[in-house]
């Protein structure tokens, strides 16, 4: 998969056809990845970053910073808007019980705690932290926040998110004369700050759970 996006950046179009074919599809990956919560968004922010910091456009990274976070926000409010609707259904929905699937008990009593006394910040660092979207948005959509409240809330989040993940694509463009190295390293950092929170729950996991039976004992 590395050689095949190396391969591709190396034979990058013209920076016309970049901006034409790149665009949209950065919109399109960036929203399809707020439904579908397995594509790497931030990593296509990142990658979109480097190519725009090599282009001689002198707003390539202010284009990309708009498109991502206009993305990210609408598939957010697409899937809070189809979360509401299994809410409200008697029945649910498969993708009310997609978010329910992805977020544990545990991290959805703490975003509910954290919800209620601070419903802006929580939704800024719940879009920064990986893995932290889904169990603050299930929380809202369990606690009966309105659309309109929550998009004023969600606005800002994904305003800092894409603004995040493209300075790790400036990142990882300024280290590198070549475009693409600075994909390879802007996709590696984003992968690692993602299995960052998953090594950290299993760490902490066996500690609690030896620390329960120490207790019980």
């Known amino acids: 998969?590395?050689?095949?996006?190396?391969t591709a950046v190396r034979e990058l179009p013209p920076e016309s056809t970049q901006q034409a074919v790149g665009y949209p599809s950065?919109?399109?990956?960036?929203?399809?990845?707020?439904?579908?919560?397995?594509?790497?968004?931030?990593?296509?922010?990142?990658?979109?970053?480097?190519?725009?910091?090599?282009?001689?456009?002198?707003?390539?990274l202010l284009f990309v910073f708009l498109v991502a976070s206009s993305a990210a926000f609408a598939g957010d409010l697409g899937l809070y808007w189809l979360g509401q609707r299994g809410v409200r259904s008697r029945n649910g929905s498969r993708w009310l019980a997609a978010l329910r699937s992805r977020a544990t008990p545990d991290r959805l009593a703490h975003a509910q705690e954290r919800l209620d006394s601070h419903q802006v910040p929580v939704l800024v660092l719940s879009r920064l932290?990986?893995?932290?979207?889904?169990?603050?948005?299930?929380?809202?959509?369990l606690a009966g926040m309105p659309l309109r409240r929550f998009a004023r809330g969600d606005l800002p989040a994904c305003l800092a998110w894409a603004a995040t993940y493209q300075l790790i694509g400036i990142l990882g463009g300024s280290l590198f004369p070549e475009p693409w190295q600075g994909v390879v390293a802007a996709v590696a950092l984003t992968v690692l700050i993602s299995a960052v929170p998953a090594v950290w729950r299993r760490l902490r996991g066996p500690s609690r759970s030896s620390r329960s039976g120490g207790e019980h004992a």
């Open 1 to 6: 998969m590395i050689d095949r996006l190396i």
């Open 26 to 60: 950065l919109f399109l990956l960036v929203a399809l990845g707020a439904l579908v919560p397995v594509v790497p968004t931030g990593a296509i922010v990142s990658s979109a970053a480097v190519v725009a910091f090599h282009q001689t456009d002198p707003f390539a």
């Open 129 to 141: 932290v990986p893995a932290g979207r889904i169990p603050v948005m299930l929380a809202c959509l």
